[in-house]
């Protein structure tokens, strides 16, 4: 039961946080020229708002939801960790989209088509590679994990505590 809330709570809000990553690069791009300053200001307004109290708070949950969907459902499998490098560069993406929307305050051509066309599809792409690894969950050989990810490292953490 709560495998079956979180799960849903999950794809809910990877619903408006992949919505977000798509249509805030594509209103941030659109075409401003004639338009008055008072509506210029109301779009970034507007897309500002979208982005702290909607997008970013989405794809917290998300990943929120996610983690505990891994330790609730001990997926400690390879195509998880394949999906979560994918997440990261999502996450990465939704980094450059807030700044996107901070730079367009300071100026106006920072926000072109051209920038926002190849977020669009690497967002796609990324949301494309993850739909794929979840859905199909493929068996991915450990022998194409890398050694050095197999093994301890040995190495010290980067400050002085002693583990628990
Ligand atoms: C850090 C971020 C994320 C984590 C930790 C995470 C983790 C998980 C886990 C553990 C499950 C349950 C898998 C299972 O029971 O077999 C799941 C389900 C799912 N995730 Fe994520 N996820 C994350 C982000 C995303 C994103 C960004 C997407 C899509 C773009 C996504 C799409 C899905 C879908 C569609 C399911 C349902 C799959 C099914 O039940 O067949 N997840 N996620």
């Known amino acids: 039961m709560v495998l079956v809330a979180l799960k849903t ?11 977000g990553l798509l249509a805030l690069p594509l209103l941030l791009a659109a075409d401003h ?5 008072a509506d210029y200001t109301r779009l970034r307004l507007t897309l500002q708002h979208a982005y ?9 949950i998300a990943v929120v939801a996610g983690t505990a969907l891994i330790f609730l459902g001990n997926v400690y499998v390879p195509w998880m960790f394949a999906k979560l490098v994918a997440v990261g560069f999502l996450v990465g993406l939704h980094g450059l989209t807030g700044h996107a929307i901070i730079a ?3 100026d106006p051509n920072a926000a ?6 190849p977020r669009i599809v690497a967002a796609l792409g990324l949301m494309a590679v993850i739909l794929g690894l979840v859905l199909a969950k493929p ?8 050694d050095w990810l197999m093994q301890p490292r040995a190495l010290h953490l980067p400050l002085d505590e002693v583990p628990m």
């Open 112 to 117: 072109r088509l051209r920038l926002a066309i």
């Open 9 to 19: 709570v999950h794809i809910m809000m990877l619903v408006i946080w992949c919505a």
């Open 104 to 106: 367009i305050g300071e």
């Open 139 to 146: 068996a991915i050989p450990l022998d194409l994990v890398p």
């Open 33 to 37: 020229q004639g338009q008055s300053q």
């Open 52 to 60: 702290i109290r909607v997008v970013t708070p989405a794809a917290v």
